[in-house]
C-alpha cells in the first residue's frame, strides 16, 4: 500500500520529486521519500524523533510557512513508522 507521507520527516509523497525513495536494489520504496532514504539506507541514520522535528520545521520556515504552522505539521512525526519503536 502507498503512503500518503513519508513515514519518516511527514512530507507528503506526492511532492516527492523523485516519486519516492529507492531499495538496495534499486526498487521503489513508498514508505519514505527520496530526501529520508535512498539505496536502501536513510540519509540521516543517527538522527532522532525530536532532532527531525526540529529539521521539519526548520525547512518549513525556510520555505515561508509560519512558525506555527511548520510545529504543527511537524507534531506527529514521532507517531509515523520510522520512530514507532514498538514491535
Do not use: H
Not at 1 to 9: D, F, I
Not at 24 to 30: E, F, H
Not at 73 to 85: C, H, M
Request: net charge positive; glycine share 10%.
Amino acid at each position: 500500500m502507498k503512503n500518503k507521507y513519508c513515514q519518516s520527516c511527514g512530507m507528503p509523497m506526492k511532492k516527492d520529486p523523485k516519486g519516492g525513495s529507492t531499495n538496495i536494489d534499486g526498487s521503489i520504496n513508498m514508505d519514505y521519500c527520496s530526501y529520508c532514504f535512498e539505496n536502501g539506507k536513510f540519509t540521516r541514520e543517527n538522527i532522532s524523533a525530536e532532532e527531525m522535528q526540529l529539521f521539519v520545521t526548520a525547512k518549513m520556515k525556510e520555505m515561508g510557512f509560519p512558525g506555527f504552522l511548520a510545529k504543527f505539521f511537524a507534531k506527529g512525526i514521532p507517531k509515523l513508522q520510522r520512530w514507532n519503536t514498538k514491535k
